[in-house]
């Protein structure tokens, strides 16, 4: 019996969810704690900066794990109050905290597990507007934020950059 229950510990898997209270982080953890796997959770609404690199390489540093992974991101669909809005009337500011967030956040995330774990894998969120735009028809006259769609075409990318890599 001992035996059998070192083998069950060592196949639990350690797992970082990044994003972990939003639609599909919840659904994530939510499946892999019911295989007894440990989740560390991780999101904004628990008190969790991913946009400051301090507390990123802080944390990675000291919390190892098997697999990590990331499903935030700045998306425009959570805005309830938002007006209609164009390509016209999206400001350059909106953009950059798209490709910020999206981007060179997840970036950090993504490097400071690497740096800290000998071995593991790394999955990574993105959308199908990173691969197709969406069409304004879908948004009732609106449009989808543009830095939205190219900051996820960018998550594609840089997740086959990282597996080439590491």
Same mark, same amino acid.
């Given at each position: 019996? *001992? =035996?059998?229950?070192?083998?069950?510990?060592?196949?639990?898997?350690?797992?970082?969810?990044?994003?972990?209270?939003?639609?599909?982080?919840?659904?994530?953890?939510?499946?892999?704690?019911?295989?007894?796997?440990?989740?560390?959770?991780?999101? =904004?609404?628990?008190?969790?900066?991913?946009?400051?690199?301090?507390?990123?390489?802080?944390?990675?540093?000291?919390?190892?794990?098997? &697999?990590?992974?990331?499903?935030?991101?700045?998306?425009?669909?959570?805005?309830? *109050? %938002?007006?209609? %809005?164009?390509?016209?009337?999206?400001?350059?500011?909106?953009?950059?905290? &798209?490709?910020?967030?999206?981007?060179?956040?997840?970036?950090?995330?993504? %490097?400071?597990?690497? *740096?800290?774990?000998?071995?593991?894998?790394?999955?990574?969120?993105?959308?199908?507007?990173?691969?197709?735009? !969406?069409? !304004?028809?879908?948004?009732?006259?609106?449009?989808?934020?543009?830095?939205?769609?190219?900051?996820?075409?960018?998550?594609?990318?840089?997740? *086959?950059?990282?597996?080439?890599?590491?």
């Amino acid at each position: 019996t *001992k =035996i059998c229950m070192s083998l069950m510990i060592e196949k639990k898997r350690k797992i970082i969810v990044t994003g972990s209270e939003g639609l599909l982080g919840s659904e994530i953890s939510k499946y892999f704690e019911s295989k007894n796997d440990v989740v560390i959770k991780f999101d =904004i609404k628990l008190g969790h900066d991913l946009s400051n690199e301090k507390f990123v390489k802080s944390f990675f540093k000291n919390n190892h794990s098997n &697999y990590l992974v990331n499903c935030f991101a700045l998306n425009d669909h959570v805005d309830t *109050k %938002r007006k209609k %809005r164009t390509l016209f009337n999206f400001s350059l500011e909106e953009f950059r905290s &798209y490709l910020e967030l999206n981007l060179v956040t997840l970036f950090s995330v993504c %490097r400071e597990f690497v *740096k800290n774990n000998n071995s593991g894998s790394i999955v990574n969120f993105s959308s199908t507007y990173g691969i197709d735009s !969406p069409h !304004p028809d879908l948004y009732d006259g609106s449009h989808k934020d543009i830095g939205y769609c190219v900051s996820k075409a960018g998550v594609l990318n840089m997740t *086959k950059y990282l597996s080439v890599h590491f």
